[in-house]
């Protein structure tokens, strides 16, 4: 069958099983547009900025588990996708970004609307191509869906010049892939399997500390499995709640920086760790130095670049996260090595009375909208069992410290790059995956507005997204960090001239409501999760001198948490910050 | 700790810029690197000379071999293995130092390439211990430019790198 270039690449999408895009159009990107013209079988979602695009793919992508897939043209079509690139890199989310390019004879003329895309997207792509010769084109949209989706998943970058894209050639889409420098392994290796089970049974205060690589092999039910195998607790970081049941009795809640108490003072105190598909980031471990540091460590990892990197390890593991926790499943089951149950009956003494602490109580109030509340009765409304996008701020930690995650790939949020400006557009992506479900905006009012020229693409494709907008009126955890460690210089934290969120919301054909009394909180959460057809952009006016708690100061350890805000109100102490 | 590691890589555009970028957005040094395509022409082989303490090395080799373009690493210096540099180096040569950078090429086992009534080239190989004595030798002030090609190291014995 003989293609143009623009034909192959939509061919290829089909062949590849896609079926969504977001994309925008422009110049060099022309052909394919043509290409995807009354077609049936690739639907293509426009939205209002690249940025947007890239942010609804990887929300699609983290919510199915598929790799998601973003088209825009050349130059400032690609500069805008950066944010959305590195954001899905950080958090090793699959990814396939085609960018179209000018025409390879202009390649390197500084010619209208050229960037150097290899080049600029380098630093935040797992591995990018630019396909000069249409020839190759299928094979190499074949091999970024291969990189993008295994090993440790990430985006990939295919950069296609105008040209190659009206050239033509037999078109035949390659049923597999081989990279002689790219074969990632997924069995664990037998004699490390073996090793880890006998220090994690001979452990006296053990730990399971799991991270998104729970959620991205799907290892929840083995997770579980293993869990109940050995009654140890389990903590979760950002990127991996909903990896155990937040309702599992063996579950601590996270860990890091606004991790629970408990969480934090059994990794400070545990004598042997299982950290699996986790990568001991800055904000879940505190100062290094002072991590864990009686822990015999366990950590299990498809990427071996991260074992290693930031602690010692005792036993290393590479390989898939549910491959290598069914080995270990096994060979737990089948160990006869005797445990030390009194000791253990002791850690679980000493967890629970660091549990009876209370460390996410706060303070409800009858005359404000605590933002805490809100979330919880979110979950409530919900039953715990929408999608959660998030922001990034105070917002995004109320969400993940109250709502309750039952399940994976419930929890859409951009932990590692911290992306403000994530929550709306990747709520686009996961509403498109699950058009029946509840999805839920979880942000505030200075995140929001970083995307809000998606409201548009919202009503355009009738998507009925529940904005939760925790309003504060200030950029609140830098107005937090200010407040405990600027002494309360609030530089350029305040939200001035915000619009009006209803009118906003209504002049983009939505319907916004407006929530100043801690009393109408349930009834606007029940009748916006109650309209199938509407978005409600659901405008809470809340504390605004509410704090995240419990909090690690940047260079504190894990057994140095600030718990409450003391009796009169004042910061915890200055803290020498990262 | 200084380490010497050798690289096939795919020869792409590009394969080059991700090595290198990868060293400058992690922080990792490069002392030297070489690279020129091999026999296979699909193939680049590269010396990449670096240092750092043994957990910096380690992340080095997995974050190289994490690359795409990688197709294999050796670390030369985990074994026994040569390292060779190329010097080109002109100095002034006039008068009685004609003779004497003469010998001192000579005791070197370098090579007088090109002369004028002024100055002389000279062609140099070995370690780079041995390239720094040679340089060293000559009066500083009479030196007008040196190009050093930076290690090109290969393994002792039957150890190879290849596919």
């Known amino acids: 069958m003989e293609l143009t270039g623009a034909q192959i690449v939509v061919q290829s999408l089909k062949d590849e099983g896609v079926d969504i895009v977001f994309g925008y159009p422009g110049g060099a990107a022309l052909h394919i547009y043509d290409a995807l013209y009354n077609q049936e079988g690739v639907r293509h979602i426009l939205v209002r900025h690249e940025q947007g695009a890239t942010h609804a793919a990887d929300g699609y992508a983290r919510a199915t588990g598929k790799t998601g897939v973003v088209l825009v043209t050349s130059g400032p079509g690609v500069t805008n996708t950066i944010t959305g690139i590195a954001t899905a890199y950080m958090d090793s989310i699959p990814m396939v970004i085609l960018t179209a390019q000018v025409p390879t004879s202009l390649i390197g003329d500084d010619a209208f609307q050229e960037v150097d895309t290899v080049g600029i997207t380098r630093p935040c792509v797992k591995h990018n191509f630019l396909v000069r010769d249409v020839k190759d084109l299928a094979l190499t949209i074949k091999k970024a869906f291969f990189i993008a989706s295994s090993g440790r998943p990430g985006p990939v970058v295919v950069d296609i010049p105008k040209d190659v894209t009206a050239e033509t050639t037999r078109y035949q889409y390659p049923k597999d892939v081989r990279i002689r420098s790219y074969a990632p392994g997924r069995k664990g290796h037998s004699k490390q399997i073996s090793r880890a089970a006998k220090l994690l049974l001979s452990g006296k205060r053990p730990i399971i500390y799991t991270g998104g690589g729970i959620i991205l092999s799907g290892a929840t039910g083995v997770l579980a499995a293993v869990v109940e195998a050995l009654g140890y607790p389990c903590t979760n970081t950002l990127m991996g709640l909903g990896g155990l049941p937040a309702d599992h009795p063996r579950f601590l809640g996270m860990l890091g920086m606004h991790g629970t108490y408990e969480a934090n003072m059994a990794m400070h105190g545990c004598d042997v760790m299982l950290a699996v598909g986790a990568r001991f980031d800055d904000r879940v471990t505190g100062d290094l130095k002072k991590f864990s540091p009686n822990a015999q460590v366990i950590h299990v990892d498809i990427d071996p670049a991260s074992i290693g990197k930031n602690v010692r390890v005792e036993v290393p593991i590479v390989g898939d996260a549910k491959v290598v926790l069914e080995q270990l499943l096994d060979a737990i089951t089948k160990s006869k090595a005797p445990r030390d149950e009194e000791s253990l009956s002791r850690w679980w003494a000493q967890i629970d009375e660091w549990r009876s602490r209370d460390s996410l109580g706060y303070v409800n109030s009858d005359e404000v909208i605590k933002p805490q509340f809100v979330i919880q009765k979110l979950h409530e409304v919900t039953q715990g069992e929408a999608f959660v996008t998030s922001d990034v701020g105070q917002h995004q930690m109320w969400a993940a410290q109250y709502y309750g995650f039952g399940g994976p790939r419930r929890w859409i949020n951009s932990g590692g790059l911290g992306t403000m400006g994530f929550g709306l557009p990747s709520a686009i992506g996961v509403q498109l995956a699950y058009p029946e479900a509840t999805v839920a905006c979880v942000t505030g009012e200075a995140s929001v507005m970083m995307c809000i020229q998606e409201l548009s693409t919202c009503k355009q494709y009738d998507l009925p997204i529940k904005i939760v907008n925790l309003n504060n009126r200030y950029m609140g955890m830098v107005r937090q960090w200010q407040e405990f460690f600027y002494d309360r210089r609030y530089s350029h934290s305040y939200m001035d001239s915000l619009p009006d969120f209803v009118e906003l919301a209504t002049s983009f054909g939505h319907v916004g409501v407006r929530v100043e009394k801690p009393a109408d909180v349930e009834g606007a959460l029940r009748e916006a999760v109650a309209a199938k057809e509407n978005l409600f952009f659901l405008d809470f006016l809340t504390d605004q001198t509410e704090n995240v708690y419990p909090m690690i100061a940047a260079g504190a350890g894990h057994n140095e948490m600030e718990l409450k805000p003391s009796a009169d109100g004042s910061a915890p102490a200055e803290r020498e910050l990262a | ?163």
Not at chain 2, 43 to 66: F, H
Not at chain 2, 78 to 106: M, P, S, T, Y
């Open chain 2, 1 to 163: 700790m200084r380490r010497t590691l050798s690289l096939l890589v795919e020869n792409e555009p590009g394969a080059l810029s991700r090595i290198a970028g990868l060293f400058s957005a992690r922080g990792y040094n490069i002392e030297s690197l070489t690279v020129a395509p091999t026999e296979d022409e699909s193939l680049s082989r590269m010396t990449i000379v670096t240092r750092g303490s043994e957990e910096i090395i380690e992340q080095i080799t997995k974050q190289l071999n994490k690359l795409i373009d990688v197709v294999r690493l050796l670390d030369l210096t985990e074994g026994r293995h040569i390292e060779r540099e190329l010097l080109l180096l002109k100095v002034r040569a006039q008068g009685a130092d004609r003779e004497e950078i003469k010998r001192l090429v000579d005791i070197f086992r370098g090579r007088i390439i090109d002369v004028d009534e002024e100055t002389y080239t000279i062609e140099l190989t070995g370690p780079g211990d041995k390239l720094d004595a040679f340089v060293d030798a000559l009066p500083a002030a009479e030196i007008y430019e040196v190009v050093r090609s930076g290690v090109s190291g290969i393994a002792r014995g039957d150890r190879a790198l290849r596919l």
